[in-house]
């Protein structure tokens, strides 16, 4: 029996095949290698390079692997894109999603987990946020997402299938084994850029607004190591193997750390004193975001193992200074460019 990963060569996705490759788990990957990168995936896993909504694909892959759970992590994930594109934004996370959801029921597959996000809260009444808090997603990509949940959640009453809904809060870090990290063109993340400065390959980092009511005046964010959060789907799919039944669950860690505060932490890993400037606040950006973790922590059998700001950071520059050095400073292309 098989575990099928949309997505997985991507940045998340490509974590999850090697620690379910890791576990003894039978994978198949499905990308189209937009964002994604084939090397980022253990040479055992069978990579179909194809769209998540192609569904003869889809169906051929359920069928001839015998694909027993879905992971759905491809999509398109850039916040200001979908304002810029939101049409593309619905076609790609949530058109597709619904034509690999047709595929699965056909197909008979049972248990599905998909990838959200805590842009679905937008911004939120109460901090840490529970999964009970009001949906009111700010953007196209936010929203797309939230369509989505509550498209699996109407698939799932009708038909013989139970899911997993993991809301993820801000992702971060690399494999501790060095076998992937984020590689993304053109990444906007704040501890992507933080390591590209500490490693030279920018001038500075920018604060985008330092005068919020928070203890240092910068935005507060929940970071989670993708190494835990890959270890989260695999006990998602557990937890469905189990019978559980179909449940939203945030992933964070519960514990807020700053903007500033980040970037100090990057600075002291890295010992690099690279320059930071205070600019204007980000449009759109949340002031604070961090999760209310109890739901997962009581409902998974899982134990946070990198639940460390400095070891994020730690394990994110060498990803970076890896990157860095393969590329022999030269900027990225796309795969499938
Ligand atoms: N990175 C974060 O902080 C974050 C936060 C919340 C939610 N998410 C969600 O997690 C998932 C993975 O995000 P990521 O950060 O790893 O991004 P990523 O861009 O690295 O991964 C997405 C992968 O999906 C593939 N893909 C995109 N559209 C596809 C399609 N139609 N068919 C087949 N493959 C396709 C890409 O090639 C890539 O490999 C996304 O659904 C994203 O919305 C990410
Ligand atoms: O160069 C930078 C980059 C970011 N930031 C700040 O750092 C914080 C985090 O920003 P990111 O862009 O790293 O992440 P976001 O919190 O905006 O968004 C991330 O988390 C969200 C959930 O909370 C969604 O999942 C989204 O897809 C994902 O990118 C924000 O206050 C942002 O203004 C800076 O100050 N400078």
Not at 39 to 46: C, F, I
Not at 69 to 82: E, K, L
Not at 126 to 154: F, N, W
Not at 222 to 232: G, K, P, R, T
């Amino acid at each position: 029996m098989t575990v099928l990963v949309t997505g997985g060569a991507g940045y998340i996705g490509s974590h999850t095949v090697h620690a379910l490759v890791d576990a003894g788990e039978n994978v198949v990957v499905i990308d189209n290698l937009s964002t994604g990168f084939s090397s980022s995936l253990p040479r055992s896993v069978p990579l179909f390079i194809g769209d998540a909504g192609d569904e003869n694909l889809i169906e051929s892959v359920i069928a001839q692997h015998r694909v027993e759970s879905i992971i759905h992590f491809a999509g398109s994930v850039v916040v200001p894109d979908s304002m810029r594109d939101p049409l593309g934004y619905y076609r790609n996370n949530t058109m597709a999603t619904r034509s690999l959801l047709n595929s699965a029921v056909k197909g008979g597959v049972s248990r599905f987990i998909f990838s959200s996000t805590a842009a679905v809260y937008g911004n939120p009444d109460q901090v840490p946020v529970p999964e009970h808090a009001p949906t009111r997603p700010m953007s196209p990509y936010g929203s797309s997402k939230l369509m989505t949940e509550i498209m699996l959640h109407d698939t799932a009453s009708a038909h013989d299938m139970k899911y997993v809904v993991l809301r993820y809060f801000n992702v971060a870090g690399a494999d501790p084994n060095g076998r992937c990290g984020l590689s993304t063109i053109g990444a906007t993340h704040l501890l992507k850029i933080a390591v590209e400065a500490a490693t030279g390959q920018r001038a500075k980092v920018e604060v985008y607004g330092t005068d919020y009511p928070t203890p240092d005046g910068s935005c507060i964010r929940d970071f989670i190591h993708v190494s835990d959060l890959a270890q989260a789907h695999h006990a998602a799919v557990s937890y469905l193997r189990g019978g559980g039944s179909p449940i939203t669950l945030n992933c964070g860690y519960g514990r807020g750390y700053s903007v500033l505060e980040t970037i100090e932490a990057v600075r002291r890993v890295s010992m690099r004193n690279f320059a930071v400037q205070y600019a204007s606040r980000r449009p759109g950006d949340i002031m604070t975001m961090v999760a209310d973790t109890s739901r997962i922590r009581s409902v998974l059998d899982w134990t946070p193992q990198y639940d460390n700001l400095e070891t994020i950071a730690g394990h994110a520059l060498t990803w970076e200074k890896k990157l860095f050095s393969e590329r022999g400073g030269l900027p990225q292309r796309a795969e499938s460019a």
